[in-house]
């Protein structure tokens, strides 16, 4: 049975960034398909990204580009997020979850991390 | 993009009845070379995450209830909730799976007539 533990509520200014983590428990970190999923409030789940640790090379939705990176630390088993040059609309519940196989169907959820941007 | 399109956006059925939600894909999601179709069905509960309930959107995941079940192929589809429970009340979305960006609908919330 796989656990997704992420990290805890964030408040961030317009302009910064920020950094979320997951880690997982009960799998094996290196071959895990993980993915990011965010959820702004009263809206559908927005797919952002995925990262096979074992390949390294993340894929990100086009919509992201330039502004988010997803990262693994495999000494610690530790998934990242960072989005960049944030807005007020990137206030969010941002999700990992592990996309089963080769396929983003996702089968297994963190708790969720609140990010709120605000000045 | 995949515009995944949700309908009703609400909808108030009385316990013991059935529940029929819809989603509606802007471009197939039936991949031709093995006949699947690349759709998923999620439940989300207030202050919980998504759950996957429905996958090749019409295959049960473990642990989720016959009485949920999912139909339709290409474009339609449909999640139905048979003997609806008062457990069931929630929000419910679609996801296509078929290509990048990976998109979900904007969900229907089902509520107890």
């Known amino acids: 049975q796989l656990h997704l533990v992420q990290s805890g509520a964030e408040v961030k200014e317009p302009g910064t960034s920020v950094k979320v983590s997951c880690r997982p428990f009960?799998?094996?970190?290196?071959?895990?398909?993980l993915a990011w999923v965010r959820q702004a409030p009263g809206q559908g789940p927005e797919w952002m990204g995925r990262l096979i640790p074992v390949f390294g090379t993340p894929n990100y939705a086009q919509k992201f580009q330039g502004r988010v990176s997803i990262t693994a630390d495999e000494s610690t088993s530790t998934l990242y997020l960072e989005l960049r040059s944030l807005t007020p609309e990137d206030t969010a519940v941002y999700y990992c979850a592990r996309a089963r196989n080769s396929d983003h169907l996702f089968d297994y959820w963190g708790q969720g991390t609140l990010v709120t941007v605000s000045s | 993009d995949i515009v995944m399109a949700q309908s009703p956006d609400s909808l108030a059925v009385s316990l013991g009845e059935r529940a029929t939600l819809n989603c509606k894909s802007s471009?197939?999601?039936?991949?031709?070379?093995?006949?699947?179709?690349?759709l998923a069905w999620y439940q989300q509960k207030p202050g919980q995450p998504p759950r996957l309930l429905i996958y090749w959107a019409s295959t049960r995941e473990s642990e989720v209830p016959d009485r949920f079940s999912g139909s339709g192929s290409g474009t339609d589809f449909a999640l139905t909730i048979s003997n609806l429970q008062a457990e069931d009340v929630a929000v419910y979305y679609c996801?296509?799976?078929?290509?990048?960006?990976?998109?979900f609908g904007q969900g229907t919330r089902l509520e107890i007539k």
């Open positions: 471009q197939s999601v039936l991949y031709s070379s093995n006949d699947k179709n690349y």
């Open positions: 009960g799998g094996t970190f290196r071959s895990l398909s």
């Open positions: 996801q296509q799976y078929y290509m990048t960006p990976y998109t």
